[in-house]
């Protein structure tokens, strides 16, 4: 009998000890759920280097493959936040954007200024005739200012040679710099948006053809936003190129902005899309950057995609920025593609890339004229900041010398 009762109460200490870990266990997690939740609803806790991730591709491929499942995408893809492990000190400080205009200047210079001195040469000399008329055409035509802009310019320089008649050469590079400045048109507005409107980020897709420096273009502008103390998100959906997403997440590490992207080559990219806005909503974040896949400006069926692409974004948050990454080197064949873009999404500016490879600065004034929205940022070099915002006068200051 006392050795039943002596077994009866280990048990009993056994049902005691098993009941307190319970408890603690259960608190322990309770804790760690309330403290996770906490953050996430905290601005200053966005994660600035591990991104978050996309696990399930194919949820949101379903929600989104039809226009007529578009209203049902509600969850999207779950995202997935890692804690926050970065050491802050180790993060690159990108350039401002106003302090790499100088040094960018410099580049426009050199790549420019040959139409500036080809046309300088033409206008300063005497006796001007019919041949030497069809020159300074010839070098803006070449310059890819475009076949109206051209007419258009000559025909102004003429009259003031005509009226005026002195040909000194300071004289006549104020003409062309005026006529110049009129073309590129200042008063177009070339602000990015980047600020929060009301209770949701501002929303900037990413378009253009592939080859264009698109995906390094998004890495460079989220370098330039950071530079100017905006909370910036990622979405990285190009699905199709391989590498992509690890490269646009490499971009957003080096200056602490996170990732949202899938876990698999080819899932569908309009709910990668969604999921950044979405994601970008929940941290409170200034504004949201997609990268979407290049597009051959002549595949329709490409084209309609990224037109859907940008109507699943629009169920959850309106478009504030669509931005066309060109090549500034591909001349008449870049003005095409641009018009191609302008019918599939409702661009509102252009970024010029590769403007310091030759001297095709006209093609600015071309493509603006084409679209009718303005060029707002162009690319100089192969650095990472050397993406800046177009300052119309610097421009053409640069090409008239």
Not at 236 to 250: G, I, K, V
Not at 258 to 277: I, K, L, Q, W, Y
């Amino acid at each position: 009998m006392p050795a039943v009762c002596d077994n009866g109460g280990a048990m009993d200490d056994l049902w005691i000890y098993l009941t307190v870990a319970t408890v603690v266990a259960l608190v322990g997690l309770t804790v760690l759920v309330a403290l996770t939740r906490g953050g996430r609803s905290s601005k200053s806790t966005l994660p600035p280097s591990t991104p978050p991730s996309t696990r399930d591709g194919t949820a949101g491929e379903e929600r989104a493959q039809e226009d007529s499942d578009v209203d049902n995408i509600g969850g999207g893809v779950a995202v997935e936040v890692e804690p926050d492990t970065t050491d802050e000190t180790s993060l690159e400080r990108p350039d401002s954007a106003r302090g790499r205009l100088a040094r960018l200047r410099e580049r426009l210079a050199r790549s420019n200024t040959a139409i500036g001195n080809a046309l300088l040469a033409l206008l300063s000399r005497g006796g001007l005739d019919e041949a030497a008329w069809e020159d300074v055409e010839d070098t803006l035509l070449q310059a890819d200012l475009g076949v109206e802009a051209t007419e258009e310019l000559v025909a102004s320089l003429r009259t003031r040679v005509r009226v005026e008649g002195e040909r000194d050469a300071e004289t006549v590079r104020g003409w062309l710099r005026a006529d110049l400045l009129r073309l590129v048109d200042p008063s177009m507005d070339r602000r990015i948006s980047a600020s929060r409107v009301g209770d949701r980020p501002a929303v900037t897709m990413v378009v253009g053809v592939n080859g264009t420096g698109k995906t390094t273009t998004v890495g460079k502008l989220a370098r330039v936003l950071v530079a100017e103390d905006k909370d910036v998100v990622l979405g990285a959906a190009d699905t199709f190129r391989a590498a992509a997403a690890d490269q646009l997440q490499t971009w957003g590490e080096r200056v602490g902005v996170p990732t949202v992207r899938s876990d698999r080559e080819g899932a569908d990219p309009a709910s990668v899309a969604f999921d950044a806005v979405r994601a970008a909503t929940e941290y409170e974040a200034d504004v949201v950057l997609i990268d979407t896949a290049g597009r051959l400006h002549n595949k329709v069926g490409l084209m309609d995609e990224l037109s859907k692409v940008k109507r699943v974004i629009e169920k959850q948050s309106p478009i504030d920025e669509v931005l066309l990454v060109l090549d500034a080197t591909t001349g008449q064949n870049g003005l095409r593609q641009a018009e191609v873009f302008a019918e599939a999404v409702n661009i509102t500016g252009v970024v010029l890339t590769k403007l310091d490879g030759t001297a095709k600065g006209g093609i600015v004034v071309n493509v603006q004229r084409k679209l009718g929205v303005p060029v707002k940022l162009v690319g100089l070099g192969e650095g990472p900041d050397d993406l800046a915002p177009f300052d119309p006068e610097a421009f053409v200051d640069a090409i008239v010398g």
